[in-house]
């Protein structure tokens, strides 16, 4: 290896290139599971949502999936309303509620006009979300329940329609109708892929009644007391909802496939958000082991190359004594040698660049974290030894089994 120091170094480099993106790719898989987490509690840890969904006879995450391709697709659910609100918010273990529907609406002031969302909810909103008004008020269940045309805007959109000016006590419109400024948001950024400061809050009941002329809500997010009570809190709402939807309960608690809602805890969310990320890893390290596999065939060419190279070495070795055993083992040896040391290599070269990426990724606005799992390490050190077991084994085994007066005639 040292008379070949090229050589070497190639080979070392194929297996540095598929060990350092292993740990690059458990460390992304890392950060990007710490990103979604933490902004999934952007909206609180004490809460249970409650959405429509199309029911299906599918069972699993099949079942979600073609319910969000139904409702992509423009299929409404319109049997949650308010009412379901209301009286879930008679069990003990909720605090209070908001329901959410949303539209897509151009938004005027003056000669500006800017498009957004304009999503219609109640007074508990504010007290639930994370949401802060920067400056006027949120709007009262009072002026909820009487369809006052009153509105909260997002940051951006106060700045597109107002610029450095006051938008309090002025009037934008959208969909025909005037709604009175009251408040502006304070700037939050996007989360989840939504980014709130283009978002403008209105009276549910206004947006209802006034803008889009429905009764139903899209979904309900139900703060809670005791958190310890959160899956027997969301049984609880599964059996309002359907009493309230005239839904049979079914025989056995799992089958939720006549259900038009979905009641998810925060505890699942998360660990749907875990079982997202380990698929998305598992698929990573599937491409990369072909890098692995890539750099384990050069290892095979460079240890064929060795043992044409020495065939008169391994005769002499035979001659004075070594076995079969012997010769295995030092070309095994070897070709483990040169895999371990592009690993550890490997590992050093993950590890900085991970951090590297951490480093923009915060500096691009990002809430991610610079961490690596400790099963990372293992799995590179791992994957360094079996390559070189895997792919010196055949070239050590002819080497072995190289006669030993033929070996010496190539001297």
């Known amino acids: 290896m040292l008379a070949n120091k090229v050589r070497t170094m190639l080979t070392v480099l194929g297996m540095v290139i598929g060990i350092s993106s292993v740990i690059i790719v458990f460390s992304a898989g890392e950060g990007i599971n710490g990103l979604v987490v933490n902004q999934i509690k952007t909206f609180g840890t004490d809460i249970v949502i409650a959405e429509v969904r199309i029911p299906s006879n599918k069972t699993g995450h099949s079942k979600d999936m073609e319910s969000g391709v139904s409702m992509a697709q423009g299929i409404q659910v319109t049997t949650m309303n308010l009412e379901d609100m209301e009286d879930i918010d008679k069990l003990a273990n909720v605090n209070q509620s908001y329901a959410n529907i949303m539209t897509q609406e151009k938004v005027s002031f003056g000669n500006e006009s800017k498009k957004a969302y304009i999503v219609g909810t109640n007074e508990a909103f504010i ?18 329940r009487a369809l006052e045309p009153v509105a909260i805007l997002g940051s951006e959109i106060k700045e597109s329609l107002f610029g450095d000016s006051d938008a309090i006590g002025k009037s934008v419109k959208f969909n025909k109708a005037k709604f009175r400024v009251i408040g502006v ?95 998305l890893t598992l698929l990573l ?27 008169a070495e391994i005769g002499l070795r035979k001659a004075v004594g070594a076995n079969t055993h012997d010769i295995l083992w030092q070309f095994l040896i070897e070709a483990i040698f040169i895999t371990l040391v592009g ?44 390559f070189g077991l895997a792919f010196g084994l055949y070239p050590a085994k002819k080497a072995a089994q190289l006669d030993p007066i033929e070996a010496l005639r190539k001297e």
Do not use: C
């Open 127 to 144: 007290h639930i979300d994370k949401s802060e008004v920067e400056q006027g008020r949120f709007f009262t269940d009072a002026e909820d």
């Open 185 to 279: 948001m304070e700037k939050k950024g996007a989360v989840m892929g939504m980014n709130f400061d283009e978002y403008v809050y209105v009276p549910i009941r206004t947006l209802q009644k006034k803008v889009m002329g429905v009764d139903y809500v899209t979904y309900m997010v139900h703060q809670i007391k005791d958190l310890s009570r959160a899956e027997e809190t969301a049984e609880e709402i599964r059996t309002i909802l359907r009493e309230n939807h005239d839904i049979n309960k079914p025989n056995d608690p799992g089958d939720v496939s006549k259900d038009d809602f979905r009641v998810t805890t925060m505890d699942e969310m998360m660990s749907m958000m875990d079982t997202v990320t380990g698929a």
């Open 285 to 311: 390290l599937a491409i990369v082991a072909i890098s692995l596999i890539v750099g384990g065939v050069g290892i095979m060419n460079i240890m064929y190359v060795a043992v044409s190279e020495r065939t």
């Open 343 to 386: 690993g550890f290599i490997g590992i050093i070269l993950g590890v900085l660049i991970s951090y590297l990426i951490s480093i923009g990724a915060t500096a691009s606005g990002f809430d991610w974290e610079f961490a690596i799992p400790m099963k990372a390490y293992f799995v590179a050190i791992g994957f360094s030894a079996f």
